[in-house]
């Protein structure tokens, strides 16, 4: 029995890579290079789109307690997440191209992997299939999906940040430090006082951007990952309260207290690459330059990739899946990435592992795992698989969705030791139900 993948992203790659795992073959379909997304820009397989951070590794984090979790399961792309590292402060970021060369390496040299370089244009619902086509699925399979389905699918628009070269940031005004001097200054900041600021200010708010297609613009943006300009149009100050804030990065050259900051994070190995922190944007690139460039330090920076914003498309989940990610219309059909509607690169390799583990017992007979709800892996699927949404919008790993600590009310609000409470509570029921099964 062969498994069909369609889909080399994130989940697809870890999805193959767990399936290879259990002596299961893979015919794993990537449509790309020969057609292309938008959004991607090379041919490898596991591209990372936008920025180059998977967020916290610490485990009292959401995020962090997802990775650990992963671990926990046997992640085939987390060690290569780590292999990729590049300094980011308390965040894991990754050198892009060498992860993806990576991901590309293991899965063309594993021998129960099969790589076919092609579009999926139909849904063959006699093959056992994992659907981890991404928000950016081909349109033709996005329809077969959706007579599948019988759902129409939801939207949002996501936007990727611009990346400059180092060479071209003027160290005279810039300088390295991480928030707070927490460990090795590995973050370029761009200082500005409140005229600067302004300045930035207004070119942002009065930048055109690129028009959206007429049936796009009632859609919704993800609250935690807003294109600058958006977050601009709040407020005059909402900048400096969000990306742009200055708390805790005094330049130790002059000891003045900013009025805001821009940050770079380093982008590949070699740091000759920086992108802009929280600078996903749809301004059009004129202004983009022209914004880039109003930012002391940043006045000739010489941008290799400019921001561009994508509709992201996910499934109806709380009508289709089930908490296993197994289709709740055929149980050949298994979905995982983001078109569940799980949102950020670290839940696309998760829900990847998860499919792939499951589809592999669904294989062999086995009961299919259903995470418990106190770890994050199992509230995100339960999340998304919960039939009773009003408004289903996509998530990603939060403490908000584990079931409530059954603690006393004073101990719930000292936030530091409740995140530590649940982190322990997660690992723990993930380790007593993988020793069950
Ligand atoms: C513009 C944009 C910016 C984003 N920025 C971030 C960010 O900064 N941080 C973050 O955490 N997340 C971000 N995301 C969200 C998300 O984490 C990534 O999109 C992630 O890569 C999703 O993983 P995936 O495996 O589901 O899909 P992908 O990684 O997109 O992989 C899907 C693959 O399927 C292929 N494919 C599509 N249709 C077919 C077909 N019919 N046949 C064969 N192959 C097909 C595609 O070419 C692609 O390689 C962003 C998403 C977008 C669209």
């Not at 028009?211 to 005059?236: D, H, V, Y």
Request: proline share 4%.
């Amino acid at each position: 029995m062969r498994v069909r993948i369609i889909g080399g992203g994130l989940a697809g790659c870890e999805a193959a890579l767990q399936l290879a795992k259990r002596n299961i073959y893979t015919d794993l379909y990537e449509m790309r290079p020969s057609t292309t997304t938008g959004a991607h820009t090379t041919d490898k397989l596991a591209e990372f789109v936008c920025s180059n951070s998977l967020g916290s590794y610490d485990i009292t984090n959401a995020s962090g307690m997802l990775k650990h979790e992963m671990e926990a399961l046997g992640s085939e792309l987390m060690p290569v997440i780590f292999q990729s590292k590049v300094p980011a402060g308390g965040a894991l970021a990754i050198d892009r191209n060498i992860f993806s060369q990576t991901v590309t390496e293991k899965i063309t040299s594993n021998p129960y992997i099969n790589l076919i370089r092609q579009e999926i244009t139909t849904l063959d619902t006699s093959v056992p299939t994992i659907i981890a086509s991404g928000p950016l699925t081909s349109d033709k399979l996005a329809e077969s999906v959706k007579k599948f389905l019988g759902q129409n699918y939801l939207f949002f628009f996501d936007a990727v940040a611009p990346i400059i070269e180092k060479e071209s940031v003027n160290f005279d005004k810039a300088f390295y430090l991480n928030r707070y001097n927490k460990g090795l200054a590995d973050y370029i900041n761009c200082p500005m006082n409140k005229e600067e600021y302004l300045n930035f200010y207004n070119i942002l708010i009065n930048a055109p951007r690129i028009e959206l297609k007429s049936f796009e613009k009632n859609a919704k943006f993800f609250e935690s990952c807003l294109p600058i300009e958006i977050i601009a149009s709040r407020g005059e100050d909402t900048l400096r309260f969000g990306p742009l804030k200055p708390i805790g990065l005094v330049d130790p050259r002059t000891n003045i207290n900013n009025y805001a900051v821009v940050q770079l994070r380093q982008d590949d190995k070699k740091a000759d690459l920086y992108n802009l922190v929280g600078f996903q944007t749809n301004l059009k690139w004129d202004s983009q330059k022209e914004l880039i460039h109003s930012v002391p330090g940043l006045e000739n920076a010489n941008i290799v990739r400019y921001g561009v914003m994508h509709r992201n498309t996910f499934i109806n989940s709380p009508k289709v899946l089930a908490n296993t990610l197994q289709s709740r219309i055929s149980p050949n059909i298994f979905f995982a990435g983001q078109i569940t509607g799980t949102e950020g690169y670290t839940e696309s390799v998760a829900s990847g592992l998860l499919a792939g583990i499951n589809m592999a017992r669904y294989i062999n007979n086995e009961k299919l795992l259903e995470l418990p709800q106190e770890t994050m892996l199992g509230a995100l699927t339960s999340y998304i698989s919960f039939p009773d949404h009003s408004n289903f919008q996509p998530v990603n790993s939060n403490w908000g969705i584990v079931s409530e600590l059954d603690v006393d009310k004073k101990m719930k609000k000292n936030k530091k030791l409740k995140n530590q409470l649940l982190s322990e509570r997660a690992i723990n029921a993930l380790r007593s139900y993988l020793n069950m099964i």
